[in-house]
């Protein structure tokens, strides 16, 4: 009897190697170092599962690891393993809207700096709706005339600006006075527990949630004088991460901008935002060059940060003409900055937005005009971000692979579709896949029931990403590290350390990056490994 439970878990072992052997940690050579580091970090995470997760906590009903990340991130930020893996060096950040990247409280604390700024509301702002009422803010000439003096006046006509200085210095001191309106505003740029699990609790609802808070916000960012000063934030936050590339994806759509405020839409307002005076006139060629110019800045004074590049992204709800315009600016941007645009994606709700397969035609001649012109912009599409099978925002990932995406954006879907898995694992098509983001989509509730296991499992390359921080309130990738680790008993310090580095392998394919910059990035994230090695494991011993 002892040599069949011998032989059988002889067999046991070899059996799970061999499930596992797809997986990017599983073919490594042993190093004592990252071994001993591994070692440490998982007796935290046991240790944590207990003192953290196993108890109560005030306000938080039964709390576990990988729990609702906006119900549990103040625990999750004082526990010793977040604060580790604050310290982890990254690698590459790939998939991040720009637009929805800075903390609305400094991006409210940006807007305020400057007189052009207006704000308005549907109906005077109570305690009974306040909750509710959503408002618009945006920059005006110097001249423009004041409407009115306070949203909490009862005798507020709605839809009425008022400089945003002004609502804030009167709002009423019951709904907390100008901390209040701080409160107010902040709160409806981001997607709170209660939105997220209780009133927009699917994949449909949560989608209008987004959309306004994404609306909120935009014309602050597309305001010129602030423009400059998001990116540099931006760029900091990121650098002091642990980041050390990043692709953002900047949104050129038209409509996304000035939903609110051009009743005709023409060619004229299609690639301008706002400039000091508040006037539309500020074109898509200047938002690069000042992208640029703080990059540049940035990175003659920072050792700890290598690039930044854009990926042309358009919302997928224009028709085909549209998309045809979009197509011809993002070629003539890449030809004025052609260090600058690596890509090219759409963007929005797949549920509900346009397929690819309805814009085969421009996306295919697209790709011929390239040769033609001698560049490159590679496709980096979303697909998949849908829990639906066989829907249309599924299908998307079919067409995806066949038009030669480089990376795939979320593909959540992805796992359903064995063939497709197997085609990226070998092409190396990498998933950008954003954890937290799922979940707040409400994609997965809850990081253990994530299909992030099922990829690495199958040996599909991936990247975390942190999609829209400034909306999930996840204003760190180190919190999307954090969830995917403590959701797998698998998955460990080592998983962490080879996601980060394959997000810096999988550019190799395509990147803007010259052969000596992606070298020096990959030598900048090894010798910041190593030392966070030899950190983690003095401090914890």
Not at 14 to 23: F, H, K, P, T
Not at 335 to 363: A, Q, R, S
Request: net charge negative; with cysteine; proline share 5%.
């Amino acid at each position: 009897m002892a040599y069949d439970v011998h032989k059988h878990t002889q067999k046991r072992v070899a059996l799970i190697e061999a499930d596992r052997a797809l997986r990017v940690d599983s073919a490594r050579v042993s190093r004592p170092l990252e071994d001993h580091a591994d070692e440490l970090v998982r007796r935290i995470r046991t240790e944590e599962a207990a003192t953290v997760w196993g108890v109560e906590h005030e306000g938080v009903p039964h709390p576990f690891p990988g729990m609702e990340f906006l119900t549990g991130k103040d625990i999750i930020s004082r526990t010793r393993l977040f604060g580790v893996i604050r310290k982890m060096p990254k690698g590459a950040l790939l998939h991040v809207h720009l637009d929805l990247t800075v903390s609305p409280h400094t991006l409210l604390s940006f807007a305020l700096q400057y007189s052009a700024f207006h704000i308005r509301s549907s109906e005077v702002v109570t305690s009974l709706n306040i909750s509710s009422v959503v408002p618009e803010i945006r920059p005006f000439a110097p001249d423009f005339p004041a409407e009115a003096s306070s949203l909490t006046d009862a005798c507020y006509p709605p839809m009425s600006w008022v400089p945003l200085r002004r609502a804030r210095e009167l709002f009423n001191e019951t709904l907390g006075g100008p901390e209040g309106f701080d409160r107010w505003v902040t709160g409806h740029m981001s997607i709170n527990p209660s939105t997220a699990y209780v009133t927009h609790n699917n994949n449909i609802r949560i989608w209008d949630k987004f959309r306004s808070a994404a609306m909120l916000s935009i014309n602050i960012v597309h305001y010129a004088p602030i423009w400059r000063r998001y990116i540099r934030q931006f760029l900091e936050d990121t650098a002091a991460d642990g980041i050390l590339y990043v692709e953002v994806r900047v949104n050129f759509s038209s409509r996304y901008v000035y939903l609110h405020f051009v009743s005709v839409m023409s060619d004229h307002f299609d690639r301008y935002m706002f400039d000091a005076d508040g006037k539309m006139n500020v074109p898509h060629i200047e938002w690069l060059r000042i992208f640029r110019q703080v990059v540049e800045d940035f990175k003659q004074e920072r050792e700890d940060f290598l690039d930044a590049k854009v990926i042309y992204t358009v919302i997928r709800d224009c028709d085909v003409k549209g998309l045809e315009d979009h197509l011809e600016d993002c070629l003539a941007m890449k030809k004025e900055f052609p260090d600058i645009i690596v890509g090219f994606d759409l963007v929005g709700d797949e549920n509900t937005l346009v397929p690819l397969k309805d814009y085969l035609e421009p996306l295919i001649r697209f790709k011929e005009r390239q040769k033609r012109e001698g560049v490159s912009i590679p496709y980096i599409f979303h697909a998949g971000e849908t829990c639906g099978d066989g829907t249309k925002a599924d299908e998307n990932l079919y067409d995806a692979i066949l038009l030669g995406t480089k990376r795939i954006g979320h593909g959540f879907s992805l796992v359903k579709h064995p063939k497709l898995m197997q085609i990226c694992r070998e092409q190396g098509i990498a998933l950008e896949v954003c954890p937290i983001s799922n979940e707040i989509l409400r994609l997965t509730a809850s990081m253990p029931m994530h299909p992030l296991p099922i990829l690495l499992n199958n040996g599909v390359p991936v990247a975390l990403s942190s999609d829209d921080p400034a909306v999930f309130q996840n204003m760190s990738l180190s919190y999307d590290f954090y969830q995917v680790l403590v959701a797998s008993e698998v998955t460990g310090l080592l998983t962490l350390g080879r996601l980060a580095r394959d997000s810096i392998t999988v550019l190799s394919q395509y990147s803007m990056l010259h052969g000596s910059e992606k070298m020096k990035l990959m030598h900048m994230w090894e010798d910041r490994w190593t030392k966070f090695l030899g950190e983690l494991v003095t401090g914890l011993n």
